[in-house]
């Protein structure tokens, strides 16, 4: 992927497609001691030990429609290759949380990239859910709790065009903030 | 959390937003956005956000959902379109600049864009 912001994406699906309704997602960029660290934590079903030993072959899947499944693998291939890893940690009936880690300055480490798009395209998944963000750059800090913003709402759904583009600017700008320019 | 001035705008958004909450609710187009590993690698984020901005422009209801992967990989990025009454089609490839035909000829006139579109799934009644 040429983001790691579409793995993240990936990522937040798959919690999705199990029931997740609250995720928290943590992004931390330790500059100094050139660390990247994602961090997912869910509240889906989760999987049995058997299976989260399985889970980062391509060719295990939940699915029906195909006999692959390349998402988690792939995640995996891009923190190792960048001096990183991804572990998986996972308990039926209580969530799933999936750890990777970067080496910041690696030459093969895809950019962070459109993070407001990917977190933007996971609201507008069928299955309500909602998402705690943090991402810090050294730092800096940056928080978003949709359940709050829910809370504010009521009745106004967050896919209303207003309240996306509300969403939108304050992931942008805020996430903006985090680096000066011309750092990625 | 954001700052106190953005949540100020937020209370703002709301307040506009229930106004025009039930004309919304009851829109018969619903766009769905194919969103498994094998769409967002081929770039279904971008094909999301195009529609999007692309409805807003023009001004256009119709709700925007994105599913995981049916399974036709090579396909993607896959976009559906369902309308009260008329069959579901499957635009398959698709990218961001073809966004703006596919809303013009299939939302606003009525007309499939036959040379993208895929598959026809018939009504349900």
Known sequence: MRELSLHVLDALENSVEAGATSIELVIEERLKADTLEIVIRDNGRGMSPEFVRQVLNPFVTTRKTRHVGLGLPLFAAAARRCNGDLRVESEAGVGTTISATFQHSHIDRAPVGDMAGSVMAILLSDRPVDIRYRHTVDDRQFELDTAEVRKELGTVPLSHPDVRGWLQSVLTEGLADLRPPGLL | ?125
């Open chain 2, 1 to 125: 959390m954001p700052k106190l001035k953005t949540l100020d705008d937020l209370k703002k958004v709301r307040e506009n937003a229930e106004k025009d909450l039930k004309v919304r609710l009851e829109t018969g187009t619903r766009i769905i956005v194919g969103m498994g590993t094998c769409g967002i690698a081929a770039g279904a984020r971008e094909t999301m956000h195009a529609i999007l901005e692309e409805l807003q422009k023009r001004e256009i209801e119709a709700h925007v959902s994105t599913v995981g992967c049916i399974g036709m990989c090579v396909r993607e990025p896959l976009v559906d379109i369902e309308q009260a009454g008329k069959p579901r089609i499957t635009y398959g490839n698709v990218k961001p600049d073809m966004i703006p035909r596919i809303i013009e000829e299939h939302l606003i006139k009525g007309n499939v864009v036959e040379e993208w579109a895929i598959g026809r799934l018939a009504t349900r009644e």
